[in-house]
């Protein structure tokens, strides 16, 4: 998993708090993509961004989440006035081409482990 | 709505002996599939991948089998080895771009020394 890189690796805030996680994509890549894994579940797709753009926000919750990619620095997945719910393992994943761009595989990182109290 | 499945949730094998893990889908317009390993406390790292072109791809010890007849892939891992011992995840590409993937619950194999 070398190359994309997440921080924090573990988060706990209490309930009505905000998490910010981050994520710096593999070098060169400049596509990100974030997904979410509950316990004994595979990953749900997020969100798809490029450098200042979201592509596709399908699976993300319509309220309190958001996420950014901005032209310098990491993109960040906010959450904002947490619930019980939403403890679970954020995955950020990169690649060098996105949407139609052809099958270049997914990059991950080793995510972030959030725990609400 | 699982478009990708994983039904054995886990799976344990003598080393040295061949591991074989499966995976079906019902999307027929999936045209690409991956396989990933996770480590506790990692993120997936890719393993390899099959085009719909194709029936067999192989690297290594790893070859994916794709029968589209069947919409069912699987993963032979020979020979097995205790270092492969990971949770595997089966994923296709899946709604309007290629970028959303659909991920299998997994499945945890355990070699055995």
């Known amino acids: 998993n070398a190359g994309v890189m997440q921080n924090p690796r573990h988060l706990v805030r209490r309930r009505g708090q905000e998490a910010r996680l981050r994520c710096s994509p593999m070098?060169?890549?400049?596509?990100v993509y974030w997904y979410r894994q509950l316990p004994e579940e595979g990953l749900k797709f997020m969100v798809y961004?490029?450098?200042?753009?979201?592509?596709?926000e399908s699976g993300m919750p319509k309220e309190r989440f958001s996420a950014e990619f901005p032209k310098e620095g990491p993109s960040i997945l906010r959450i904002q006035q947490v619930v019980r719910g939403d403890s679970a393992a954020y995955f950020c994943a990169s690649s060098s081409k996105g949407g139609q761009g052809g099958n270049q595989p997914q990059h991950f990182g080793d995510g972030t482990r959030l725990s609400i109290l | 709505d699982q478009q990708v499945k994983q039904n054995s949730p886990s799976l344990s094998v003598q080393e040295g002996r061949i591991s074989i893990l499966n995976c079906d889908y019902t999307?027929?317009?999936?045209?690409?599939f991956l396989w990933y390993k996770k480590y506790p406390a990692e993120g997936p790292t890719f393993l390899i991948s099959i085009s719909s072109i194709k029936d067999k791809n192989e690297d290594g010890r790893f070859t994916v089998f794709l029968n589209k007849s069947a919409k069912h892939l699987s993963l032979h891992i020979v020979p097995s080895q205790p270092g492969d011992s990971a949770v595997y995840f089966c994923a296709a590409p899946g709604g309007s771009g290629t970028y959303k993937y659909i991920f299998g619950t997994g499945t945890r194999l355990k070699v055995l020394a």
């Open positions: 999307n027929s317009m999936f045209d690409y």
């Open positions: 961004l490029q450098k200042e753009n979201i592509i596709d």
């Open positions: 070098k060169g890549h400049s596509h």
